[in-house]
């Protein structure tokens, strides 16, 4: 169905950290484990765009995109199991855009079952297809220090 060459698919992930470091997660219908905000971009949307609509649908959350932590392939940062498309996972640093830290309006019920704030060091069960928690112990490493570089892999 496609033509052309092939390329990988681009994976955008939320990462946002309150005042206490707190990481904002939200729990996928699909396999009931937690995860960053997140989800394929849309073509013609800046990665940027889509991460901050991916973080709004899925917590409620009105952010800004801050930062690009890391562009990570997907297989080499061994997620499971292997999609059959290749795909980059890009990071963000997101900034939370909200009166009182209160979300801005419910979450999509299609995908999410729920919504909370975790210290990096006691995290729920992942879903380990979409996120691990060195990434997002990493992420946490540039809020601490935003002028880290950018990572690839």
Do not use: N
């Not at 698919?9 to 729990?27: A, N, P, S, T």
């Not at 396999?31 to 765009?49: I, N, R, T």
């Not at 879903?127 to 002028?147: F, G, N």
Request: charged share 25%; with cysteine.
């Amino acid at each position: 169905r496609d033509s052309g060459y092939a390329t990988p698919k681009i994976d955008v992930r939320g990462v946002v950290f309150d005042d206490r470091e707190r990481v904002l997660l939200m729990r996928e219908k699909t396999d009931g484990l937690w995860s960053l905000p997140g989800g394929w971009a849309d073509p013609g949307d800046a990665p940027s765009v889509a991460v901050t609509r991916e973080v709004l649908e899925e917590t409620g959350y009105h952010s800004s995109a801050v930062k690009l932590v890391a562009c990570w392939d997907r297989e080499r940062q061994g997620h499971l199991p292997p999609l059959p498309v290749h795909s980059w996972k890009m990071f963000f640093l997101c900034r939370a855009d909200g009166p009182d830290g209160r979300p801005a309006q419910a979450p999509d019920k299609l995908e999410t079952l729920d919504v909370g704030w975790f210290g990096v060091g006691a995290l729920p069960p992942l879903s380990l297809s979409r996120v691990h928690p060195r990434q997002i112990e990493r992420a946490l490493a540039h809020h601490r220090d935003p002028t880290l570089p950018t990572e690839f892999d």
